[in-house]
């Protein structure tokens, strides 16, 4: 992977070796090869769990089409565009679980009040997860879980978020004075509290958090020093977004990112179609942007950074039988999955590369046997990081376990369709995509076997594999 990136002056040249791996895949020979390796992730005695299909309110930046809608509102439309697309009823749906991170106080359980909001009985139930960047990653593994163990046959399972309009509250002391003023009856107690309340520092607003509790350090300054540790240059950096954002712009031409449905946004005259964040841009125009984080030498900018973003997703998930039974075509089975934990502060974003070896591992399984790889894109350097540490054998011998190295990931078959840098990353909907987005490029590539991975704040990660249903 290092050597591939340093031949980078500009991204001409590692377009071109991008193309022609990509061409030399879909070749009769490779793809003949391919067939011979794949195998099927099927365990005796442990149900097959499908994926129907899954889809995606259009991902947009903060502030802009959504910027009057409420959480619920996008997952409500997420739920009744699944709800269209598949076509299954209403009253077969056993249970919803949605993830979400920044949660509304007047919907805290998103999930139910989406659910109500999409025609759902009042006798479904449904609960909200958070788990981070993965918190829609949990949400569809909580929903295999109860699938797995009998509870449910028919899941869905999304995300949602809505950075348009955060809750802000009152800094502590200003809470304590109005949680006192119901107790407050005599007219000195209540000259009392406002009195209290005069001080301009009693007014100061708290914004919810968007540093790491445990080292109070922002996530990009993480990232930073993360690209600095494993050598990720600034020009790395910026020719992975240029990647992202110019194959995200060539799968939304080719109507490759068909889980996007149409929102007709209350008030807004033209229905958002697309995600609006996609900007293919230049070296060039890249090299201009000061560092956004560590200032003034920091590597990672506001372009090589995935940006705040509103949007919602949902899948539907159930057993094979079940799928079959209903007359549905599954796209893929969901085969396994993992978590992983680390040190929030050095490690915070090396989730995949931790859970990259564990899962391939405990299914006998190599990077070669992996058709699509679809990870989450937070930062340019991060992700460049995590595929440095498993090609290190540094890493894999001190943090791993590992007696070698795990090996470089074919870069032809990572993230073909763009990423978090250019799709835009609404932090609790972006699991779903993944898995979707993984779950079609198994189809339109010809591939069998998915592997989706994540990173998430406080150190954690998750990985699964996505295996192709016979078509």
């Known amino acids: 992977m290092a050597s591939l990136w340093r031949t980078v002056p500009g991204f001409a040249k590692l377009n071109i070796k991008f193309q022609v791996a990509r061409c030399l895949s879909s070749t009769p020979a490779f793809q003949a090869k391919a067939q011979v390796k794949a195998k099927s992730l099927a365990k005796a005695g442990v149900k097959n769990i499908v994926l129907v299909d899954g889809v995606r309110t259009p991902f947009l930046t903060s502030g802009t089409q959504y910027n009057n809608l409420m959480p619920h509102d996008l997952q409500r439309t997420a739920l009744q565009g699944l709800i269209k697309k598949t076509g299954i009823s209403?009253?077969?749906?056993?249970?919803?679980?949605?993830?979400?991170?920044?949660q509304e106080v007047k919907t805290s359980n998103v999930a139910r009040e989406a659910?109500?909001?999409?025609?759902?009985?009042?006798?479904?139930?449904?609960?909200?997860?958070?788990?981070?960047?993965?918190?829609?990653?949990?949400a569809i593994t909580t929903g295999m879980g109860y699938i797995a163990s009998g509870m449910c046959d028919v899941v869905i399972a999304g995300g949602v978020e809505t950075m348009s309009d955060v809750p802000i509250r009152h800094n502590r002391k200003m809470?304590?004075?109005?949680?006192s003023s119901t107790k407050a009856k005599t007219v000195p107690a209540k000259l009392g509290l406002l009195g209290k309340v005069m001080s301009p520092s009693m007014w100061v607003p708290e914004l919810p958090g968007i540093a790491e509790f445990s080292t109070n350090e922002v996530m990009g300054h993480s990232a930073d020093r993360l690209a600095a540790a494993f050598g990720v240059s600034r020009k790395e950096q910026d020719a992975f977004a240029i990647r992202s954002h110019t194959l995200a712009n060539e799968a939304t031409n080719k109507g490759l990112l068909d889980d996007v449905i149409t929102y007709k946004v209350p008030g807004v005259a033209d229905p958002v179609t697309k995600d609006n964040g996609i900007r293919p841009s230049t070296m060039e125009q890249m090299s201009k942007l000061k560092g956004a984080f560590i200032k003034p030498h920091g590597?990672?900018?506001?372009?090589?950074?995935?940006?705040?973003?509103?949007?919602?997703?949902?899948?539907?998930?159930?057993?094979?039988?079940?799928?079959?039974?209903?007359?549905?075509?599954?796209?893929?089975?969901l085969r396994d999955f993992l978590y992983v934990s680390q040190d929030p502060k050095d490690q915070l974003l090396l989730g995949p590369a931790h859970a990259t070896p564990k899962i391939l591992g405990r299914n006998g399984l190599t990077l070669s046997d992996i058709s699509v790889f679809e990870y989450h894109e937070a930062f340019a350097g991060q992700i460049l990081a995590n595929l440095k540490a498993l090609d290190s054998d540094?890493?894999?011998?001190?943090y791993m376990g590992l007696s070698s190295k795990f090996g470089a990931i074919p870069f032809e078959k990572f993230n073909n369709w763009g990423g978090s840098l250019s799709i835009g990353h609404p932090f609790g909907a972006t699991g779903v995509r993944l898995v979707t987005t993984a779950a079609n490029r198994l189809i339109k590539e010809d591939g069998h076997i998915a592997l989706i991975a994540a990173c998430a704040a406080g150190g954690q990660g998750h990985a699964c594999l996505v295996e192709r249903y016979p078509q």
Do not use: W
Request: proline residues 2%; glycine residues 6%.
């Open 90 to 102: 209403r009253d077969a749906v056993d249970y919803i679980c949605i993830g979400t991170v920044i």
């Open 115 to 138: 659910a109500l909001g999409a025609g759902f009985s009042d006798k479904t139930p449904a609960h909200t997860v958070t788990m981070a960047c993965i918190s829609s990653n949990q």
């Open 175 to 179: 809470r304590k004075v109005m949680l």
């Open 299 to 333: 590597t990672v900018t506001a372009a090589n950074s995935s940006f705040l973003s509103d949007g919602a997703s949902a899948c539907l998930i159930m057993t094979e039988e079940k799928a079959l039974a209903m007359g549905f075509k599954p796209k893929a089975y």
């Open 394 to 398: 540094y890493f894999a011998k001190t």
